[in-house]
């Protein structure tokens, strides 16, 4: 697909598919982003630099699907302002990782990033200082319609004297990403959602005390622990599983950092 040059904010999502190979990963997210795939390689006259730069201002975000490097020769001369400019996640074809690399915080690249990896079950990656800094992760597991106030709860509970303001991103499971409580948990206070596939929870463990209900619902034998875990590699688990009106909650704190 090919556009004219446009100004201003664009709106809507386009997914930028440097190679054909990328059209599973294109399909996957076109509905649930409702979003426009553009096929450079269908465009024998423009090259694939100049057909961006084109369409660069006709969406508010963009998901540039292959390297990191043909993304940044794509923007070349066209950042203008991290107000105005698009919000950029690039996505590998393999789908592990999607980067937020322009307008992470005010454009919302960070936000997409988080979305496009719980859509493929691919691991966000953020750089911006803003959130790179919070040294804290929480992970939650619930029973199923689990209201936000009590999640809410089970969390400043957990905390304890700890700051909310510390946390950087809530971990769960990907059978609860759906969680209406959790979700508008995570909006109201401007969390992310990094969701953890299944099998990476089962493969890797890490269950203080496991719980034969969770066992028997979901195939594993805990949520909150692992989920945190495998969410901040690097981390300690400061606050091992902690429950309340069918919410569990557990935190790790990065190596690196000190609350």
């Known amino acids: 697909m090919t556009v004219g040059t446009e100004s201003g904010t664009g709106t ?6 440097v190679r054909a190979q990328a059209e599973l990963l294109g ?13 450079p390689w269908q465009d024998a006259v423009q090259s694939q630099q100049r057909q961006f730069a084109d369409a660069y201002r006709r969406h508010a975000q963009w ?12 923007l070349d001369g066209l950042i203008a302002d991290k107000h105005s400019d698009p919000a950029v996640v690039v996505l590998d074809e393999a789908g592990r990782f999607a980067i937020s690399l322009l307008a992470g915080h005010e454009g919302g690249a960070n936000t997409l ?20 800094v919070k040294p804290l992760v929480i ?6 319609d689990v209201a936000h106030a009590r999640i809410s ?6 905390l304890g004297s700890r ?17 209406p409580g959790l979700l508008a948990f995570c909006a109201a206070h401007d969390l992310p959602l990094r969701v953890i596939a299944r099998e990476t929870v089962a493969a890797r463990g890490w269950v203080t005390v496991p719980s034969a209900w969770v066992s028997q619902q979901i195939g594993v034998d805990g949520v909150c622990e692992p989920c945190a875990l495998i969410a901040s590699p690097r981390g300690k688990l400061i606050v091992p599983k902690t429950t ?3 919410v569990a909650v557990a935190i790790v704190e990065d190596s690196w950092s000190a609350v």
């Open 27 to 39: 399909a996957a997210l076109q509905t649930p982003l409702d979003a426009v795939i553009y096929r």
């Open 139 to 144: 992970g939650i597991g619930c029973r199923k």
């Open 153 to 158: 709860a089970a969390v400043m509970q957990a």
């Open 63 to 74: 998901i540039i699907v292959g390297a990191t490097g043909i993304a940044v020769r794509f």
């Open 244 to 246: 309340r009106d069918g």
């Open 113 to 132: 990033a988080y979305r496009v990896a719980a859509l493929i079950g691919a691991v966000p990656v953020i750089t911006t200082a803003t959130e790179t």
């Open 163 to 179: 700051s909310l303001d510390l946390v950087r991103e809530i971990a769960t499971i990907d059978l609860k990403q759906h969680e």
């Open 12 to 17: 809507g999502t386009g997914i930028w598919l």
